[in-house]
């Protein structure tokens, strides 16, 4: 069955630092991948999203992902990760065939100021 | 512009009680969705529907019933609450491809 997985529940970060999020993803067939941050108290909001061409994608605040076929991956980063960052993260995968919208568990991200 | 609207944004009920969630979205969207957040589980796909008169089970189904009463509407029903669907509900709305999922504020949902 399709699915996404996040293999780092839980990060925390000083100010300043990188951040590299995993996200994998499985499902055999044409695939639109999702970030997506959730800010402590409020509802999901889009970060960036991939459906083809170029793999880097860039998104809002500074954040950008790499979607890598071969690894079936779409891990997302920052250089360098500010407090207001301190939020949860999802990856998401969109079924071509069906167009369901299938998240991963999600990472909470802490920055320390 | 409201976006996904959702209602109520709380609600306590006791063991075998129904209530309905109700959903709208003024964005045109085909494609609508009910998910549950539960701590370190992230959002579970309840039902989805691609269209108006049509839904799909998702993951997490059992319990649930949906209906897609017209194309801004979708409203979740739990026949007979459980302590097991204490969450927070989450109604989203996009069109397919990539088109970016837009979520509604989430409706608290306690069983007690």
């Known amino acids: 069955a399709q699915s996404v997985s996040q293999h780092n529940h839980h990060v925390i970060l000083s100010e300043a630092a990188s951040l590299e999020l995993g996200c994998n993803y499985s499902y055999g067939g044409t695939v639109n991948l999702f970030w997506y941050v959730q800010y402590p108290g409020q509802h999901l909001q889009l970060l960036l999203k991939?459906?083809?061409?170029?793999?880097l994608v860039k998104g809002i605040k500074g954040f950008e992902a790499e979607f890598i076929k071969s690894k079936f991956s779409f891990n997302l980063r920052k250089p360098s990760v500010q407090w207001s960052d301190t939020a949860e993260y999802f990856c998401?995968?969109?079924?071509?065939?069906?167009?369901?919208?299938?998240f991963g568990q999600g990472t909470t991200l802490q920055v320390k100021p | 512009n409201a976006g996904v609207t959702q209602t109520p944004k709380f609600q306590v009920l006791k063991t075998g009680q129904s209530m309905t969630l109700q959903c709208a979205q003024d964005m045109n969207h085909n494609s609508m969705y009910w998910y549950r957040q539960d701590p370190g589980m992230g959002l579970r796909l309840i039902y989805y529907s691609a269209s108006e008169g049509t839904t799909d089970k998702g993951e997490v189904p059992n319990g649930y019933n949906v209906s897609r009463l017209n194309k801004r509407e979708f409203s979740l029903r739990l026949e007979s609450a459980a302590p097991s669907q204490t969450s927070v509900y989450f109604c989203a709305s996009s069109d397919w491809g990539a088109s970016e999922a837009f979520f509604g504020q989430g409706t608290r949902l306690t069983v007690v």
């Open positions: 991939y459906f083809s061409g170029d793999p």
């Open positions: 998401a995968l969109r079924e071509s065939n069906t167009g369901k919208l299938i």
